[in-house]
T-cell receptor
Framework: IAGITQAPTSQILAAGRRMTLRCTQD?????MYWYRQDLGLGLRLIHY???????GKGEVPDGYSVSRANTDDFPLTLASAVPSQTSVYFC?????????????FGSGTRLTVV | GQNIDQPTEMTATEGAIVQINCTYQ??????LFWYQQHAGEAPTFLSY??LDGLEEKGRFSSFLSRSKGYSYLLLKELQMKDSASYLC??????????WGAGTKLIIKP
């Protein structure tokens, strides 16, 4: 793989179910991010991690959790999905917190909660 | 609060020039990014400005005025493949990216 891999590409999920969105990068970037993108709104930060072993809450963290056990992986878990979590989820990484060279994004996971 | 404003949609003609504006009000400023996002795809990095002035990169240029809280992305010699959404984002004092909703650019032949 080269860059960031997200899985699954898309998913239809029953409300109340638990789901983990996977994100793996092979660029050895320290910082990783989870965003959701909804029509008419900008990308909104859910959670972030500046380095392995640390995580932080973004703008819309409720209902989501993350872990960063190593540099490469940054999974996002929905403990009990609700329809308002229907969205496109993007994982991103950057080479340092200041992100001078921009973020690299995964191809996204399209999640529908019914 | 923090806010990034950009037009929702713009239309331009193939071969022409278009300027997409972005104004921002954020808690601190550590740089401004422009990203391109084709429908159904991930955003891809276009440019980064941290100092006032114009940065040119091929057919694309980005301008920044920190005192005015203003940036624009200039696209020259428009091609059909430039049809996409263009996202403006500001790195705030906590080094978090604040994103605009994006400008959908439609290119007509």
């Amino acid at each position: 793989i080269a860059g960031i891999t997200q899985a699954p590409t898309s998913q239809i999920l029953a409300a109340g179910r638990r789901m983990t969105l996977r994100c793996t990068q092979d660029m050895r970037h320290n910082a990783m991010y989870w965003y959701r993108q909804d029509l008419g709104l900008g990308l909104r930060l859910i959670h972030y991690s500046n380095t392995a072993g640390t995580t932080g809450k973004g703008e819309v963290p409720d209902g989501y959790s993350v872990s960063r056990a190593n540099t490469d992986d940054f999974p996002l878990t929905l403990a009990s999905a609700v329809p308002s979590q229907t969205s496109v989820y993007f994982c991103a990484s950057s080479d340092g917190v200041d992100a001078n060279y921009g973020y690299t994004f995964g191809s996204g996971t399209r999640l529908t909660v019914v | 609060g923090q806010n990034i404003d950009q037009p929702t949609e713009m239309t331009a003609t193939e071969g022409a020039i278009v300027q997409i504006n972005c104004t921002y009000q954020t808690s601190g400023f550590n740089g401004l990014f422009w990203y391109q996002q084709h429908a159904g795809e991930a955003p891809t990095f276009l440019s980064y400005n941290v100092l006032d002035g114009l940065e040119e990169k091929g057919r694309f240029s980005s301008f920044l005025s920190r005192s005015k809280g203003y940036s624009y992305l200039l696209l020259k010699e428009l091609q059909m493949k430039d049809s996409a959404s263009y996202l403006c984002a500001v790195l705030d004092s906590n080094y978090q990216l604040i994103w605009g909703a994006g400008t959908k650019l439609i290119i007509k032949p």
